[in-house]
């Protein structure tokens, strides 16, 4: 029992973890996706309108150190378009295009450590905090990208991790196929449930008529027993008939006589001739009797 808990509680906990990579992975593709397609849409309609893109939202990745420890290589830097150059202070964390000799066209985050204005434009003197000296030359306003407002650690690696086969194996295809077979497994269960309660219905469906059956038969049986159905042949009564017979007695006259009364007849009867019979013999004894007496005298 001990091992099927541990086992259960193992597989529950990779589950979970499973889910957590899966949905994360899943959410940080939906923000790319919608990131992308604001990216596009914008694009194109800059583009028709013949004006330079310049996105309210854009994210960079840092490859370099000279912003450690605040921010450090493969953190991403969420920067917001600046509208006014009033909204630029002194500490802001600033993306811009370089205009210098050695870094001309490379894009820099830096931290402006002062402002200076001159002939109407707006220079931001810039420094890497982990560099000894400013930079050489000062970001323009018209080449400000955006300002940082939101640093995501290391989310870089993940964007280089995913640029690989592994890595879009691994974070990309295998949760999406996880997701995607859970899905369909839960369909499957879904599917099982419904067949087996539509089986159970029918099974009920079929009882409720077995039941009403039986209960229909057990009245008909129970008006059968009352004789209550109309329908039913009731049987003919059995019908008995008395054999009458005629005795002839000596000194009485003729009389019908049923047949129950035969045998009582008949028995007095004999008990009659019985009597009669030893009547005689004892009238015979008795003449007997007398003649020894005459005799002896």
Same mark, same amino acid.
């Given at each position: 029992?001990?091992?099927?808990?541990?086992?259960?509680?193992?597989?529950?906990?990779?589950?979970?973890?499973?889910?957590?990579?899966?949905?994360?992975?899943?959410?940080?593709?939906?923000?790319i996706?919608?990131?992308?397609?604001?990216?596009?849409?914008?694009?194109?309609?800059?583009?028709?309108?013949?004006?330079?893109?310049?996105?309210?939202?854009?994210?960079?990745?840092?490859?370099?150190?000279?912003?450690?420890?605040?921010?450090?290589?493969?953190?991403?830097?969420?920067?917001?378009?600046v509208?006014?150059?009033?909204?630029?202070?002194?500490?802001?964390? !600033?993306?811009?295009?370089?205009?210098?000799?050695?870094?001309?066209?490379?894009?820099?985050t830096?931290?402006?450590?002062?402002?200076?204005?001159?002939?109407?434009?707006?220079?931001?003197?810039?420094?890497?905090?982990?560099?000894?000296?400013?930079?050489?030359?000062?970001?323009?306003?018209?080449?400000?990208?955006?300002?940082v407002i939101?640093?995501?650690?290391?989310?870089?690696?993940?964007?280089s991790?995913?640029?690989?086969?592994?890595?879009?194996?691994?974070?990309?295809?295998?949760?999406?196929?996880?997701?995607i077979?859970?899905?369909?497994?839960?369909?499957?269960?879904?599917?099982?449930?419904?067949?087996? !309660?539509?089986?159970?219905?029918?099974?009920?469906?079929?009882?409720?008529?077995?039941?009403?059956?039986?209960?229909?038969?057990?009245?008909?049986d129970?008006?059968?027993?009352?004789?209550?159905?109309?329908?039913?042949?009731?049987p003919?009564? !059995?019908?008995?008939?008395?054999?009458?017979?005629?005795?002839?007695?000596?000194?009485?006259?003729?009389?019908?006589?049923?047949?129950?009364?035969?045998e009582?007849?008949?028995?007095?009867?004999?008990?009659?001739?019985?009597?009669?019979?030893?009547?005689?013999?004892?009238?015979?004894?008795?003449?007997?009797?007398?003649?020894?007496?005459?005799?002896?005298?």
């Amino acid at each position: 029992m001990k091992a099927k808990e541990n086992y259960s509680g193992i597989k529950g906990i990779f589950k979970f973890i499973a889910n957590i990579v899966s949905w994360t992975a899943l959410v940080i593709l939906i923000l790319i996706a919608i990131f992308l397609a604001y990216y596009t849409i914008s694009n194109r309609i800059a583009s028709q309108n013949n004006t330079d893109f310049d996105p309210f939202i854009s994210l960079y990745t840092i490859v370099s150190g000279s912003m450690e420890p605040n921010i450090n290589v493969y953190d991403v830097v969420v920067n917001k378009r600046v509208d006014s150059p009033n909204d630029i202070k002194v500490g802001d964390v !600033i993306t811009f295009t370089s205009t210098g000799n050695l870094t001309q066209g490379m894009t820099i985050t830096h931290r402006v450590v002062d402002i200076v204005i001159e002939d109407g434009k707006y220079l931001y003197k810039t420094k890497g905090d982990n560099n000894l000296t400013p930079d050489t030359t000062p970001a323009d306003y018209d080449y400000v990208i955006g300002k940082v407002i939101l640093r995501i650690p290391m989310l870089g690696r993940l964007q280089s991790f995913i640029g690989t086969q592994a890595g879009w194996l691994l974070i990309i295809v295998i949760p999406a196929l996880f997701i995607i077979i859970s899905d369909i497994l839960k369909i499957f269960k879904l599917v099982g449930v419904k067949n087996k !309660i539509v089986k159970i219905e029918e099974k009920g469906e079929l009882a409720k008529k077995e039941r009403a059956i039986k209960e229909e038969q057990r009245k008909i049986d129970i008006k059968k027993r009352l004789n209550l159905d109309k329908n039913i042949d009731e049987p003919d009564p !059995i019908k008995t008939t008395r054999e009458m017979k005629i005795i002839v007695a000596d000194k009485a006259p003729s009389k019908k006589v049923s047949s129950d009364k035969i045998e009582v007849l008949s028995r007095t009867e004999k008990n009659r001739n019985n009597n009669h019979q030893t009547g005689n013999k004892s009238s015979k004894k008795k003449k007997g009797t007398r003649k020894n007496n005459t005799k002896k005298r």
